[in-house]
């Protein structure tokens, strides 16, 4: 018979506050990855909105234009643009870093289901991402678009 170890036994002699530097230094390494995937978004964040409005814009009048109803939008929708952007693609990196944390309280055989659970959860993120893009929105914005009264000229906030 294997004998399993008790998660509690490697965690004995570690106070709450060990545990609390542990999490904030997960969360300072995931902050830092995302900075740094952040920055060189940032310089393409036009192009990447572009991209990322092309579903809708395909969808919009002839001549029907998107609109910024602040001031600072045309500002801010690029740089939270590049900010959901550069989490988007962190996302194996800050799994990875919750995983690091919680796996020291874990059992053996706990240990082992994770690393499937952890791929999967990557590919499907990714996966369900696409789709979204892909066949989601499309339906979405072809709806919208196409039930405007007549006379109504769509024009959709940036």
């Given at each position: 018979?294997?004998?399993?170890?008790?998660?509690?036994?490697?965690?004995?002699?570690?106070?709450?506050?060990?545990?609390?530097?542990?999490?904030?230094?997960?969360l300072?390494?995931?902050?830092?990855?995302?900075?740094?995937?952040?920055?060189?978004?940032?310089?393409?964040?036009?192009?990447?909105?572009?991209?990322?409005s092309?579903?809708?814009?395909?969808?919009?009048?002839?001549?029907?234009?998107?609109?910024?109803?602040?001031?600072?939008?045309?500002?801010?929708?690029?740089f939270?643009?590049?900010?959901?952007?550069?989490?988007?693609?962190?996302?194996?990196?800050?799994?990875?870093?919750?995983?690091?944390?919680?796996?020291?309280?874990?059992?053996?055989?706990?240990?082992?289901?994770?690393?499937?659970?952890?791929?999967?959860?990557?590919?499907?993120?990714?996966a369900?991402?696409?789709?979204?893009?892909?066949?989601?929105?499309p339906?979405?914005?072809a709806?919208?678009?196409?039930?405007?009264?007549?006379?109504?000229?769509?024009?959709?906030?940036i």
């Open positions: 018979m294997t004998e399993q170890s008790d998660p509690a036994d490697s965690t004995k002699g570690q106070p709450l506050i060990e545990h609390l530097i542990e999490l904030r230094s997960r300072l390494k995931i902050a830092g990855f995302i900075l740094v995937i952040f920055i060189p978004l940032f310089f393409f964040a036009n192009d990447l909105y572009s991209v990322v092309s579903p809708l814009r395909a969808f919009l009048p002839e001549g029907a234009t998107m609109i910024a109803t602040e001031v600072a939008s045309p500002f801010l929708t690029p939270k643009l590049a900010l959901v952007l550069a989490i988007f693609i962190a996302i194996p990196f800050i799994l990875h870093q919750i995983w690091a944390f919680v796996a020291p309280g874990l059992y053996a055989n706990e240990k082992r289901l994770a690393g499937p659970l952890l791929a999967s959860s990557i590919v499907l993120f990714y369900g991402m696409a789709f979204a893009y892909f066949v989601v929105f339906l979405i914005f709806f919208f678009t196409s039930i405007a009264p007549t006379g109504v000229t769509i024009m959709t906030d």
